[in-house]
T-cell receptor
Framework: GAVVSQHPSRVICKSGTSVKIECRSL??????MFWYRQFPKQSLMLMAT?????????EQGVEKDKFLINHASLTLSTLTVTSAHPEDSSFYIC???????????FGQGTRLTVV | QQQVKQSPQSLIVQKGGISIINCAYE??????FPWYQQFPGKGPALLIA?????SEKKEGRFTISFNKSAKQFSLHIMDSQPGDSATYFC?????????????FGEGTQLTVNP
């Protein structure tokens, strides 16, 4: 399958700081990227959907000013958690797909810990 | 109507046995049904997927059975191995207002005992 690379895999940051997570599609053009949050032993919760060159569409209850998503190219999307707090600590996962093809491929995930 | 219900929540199988995980959906606009495998601390990996125009798809030890009239689909893992121990998620997507987003089931934690 296609490869999606997510970086970093783990990050620890201080409360009040911002942290950026990158998601890259290595061997295909990602026209659509998705960002998820996953709590322990739970399913994936979609945070937002982004199409290349367009503003992201956020799910209900997700603060767009806190979780900034940029999808400026067909191979890169970033999620910036601004003014992070301990309750933002979680496992964040991106996925990417191309065009109308339904297959979505996931990154390795980023474990964010806010101290 | 966007939900996908998955069962069981956890499953313990002996090595060599068959693991069966079931999912049910309500939205008839769904037309793509993938299964993902997730190991602890890793992102989900696409395992196998099916479209509603076929009733079964097999890839190696993994088989999806699809019942369109019942709006149910299941994953069968034949000859289960300890290395198959992971969390499995069914999902569904389709056309319409929700676009290409995946709707996930709650997940099944599979343990295969040696």
């Amino acid at each position: 399958g296609a490869v999606v690379s997510q970086h970093p895999s783990r990050v620890i940051c201080k409360s009040g700081t911002s942290v950026k997570i990158e998601c890259r599609s290595l061997d295909f053009q990602a026209t659509t990227m998705f960002w998820y949050r996953q709590f322990p032993k739970q399913s994936l919760m979609l945070m937002a959907t982004s199409n290349e060159g367009s503003k992201a569409t956020y799910e209900q209850g997700v603060e767009k000013d806190k979780f900034l998503i940029n999808h400026a190219s067909l191979t890169l999307s970033t999620l910036t958690v601004t003014s992070a707090h301990p309750e933002d600590s979680s496992f964040y996962i991106c996925s990417a797909k191309t065009g109308s093809i339904p297959e979505a491929f996931f990154g390795q995930g980023t474990r964010l810990t806010v101290v | 109507q966007q939900q996908v219900k998955q069962s069981p929540q956890s499953l313990i199988v002996q090595k060599g046995g068959i693991s069966i995980i079931n999912c049910a959906y309500e939205n008839t606009a769904f037309d793509y049904f993938p299964w993902y495998q997730q190991f602890p601390g890793k992102g989900p990996a696409l395992l196998i997927a099916i479209r509603p125009d076929v009733s079964e798809k097999k890839e190696g030890r993994f088989t999806i059975s699809f019942n369109k009239s019942a709006k149910q689909f299941s994953l069968h893992i034949m000859d289960s191995q300890p290395g198959d121990s992971a969390t499995y998620f069914c999902a569904a997507s389709g056309q319409g207002a929700s676009g290409s987003r995946l709707t996930f089931g709650e997940g099944t934690q599979l343990t295969v005992n040696p």
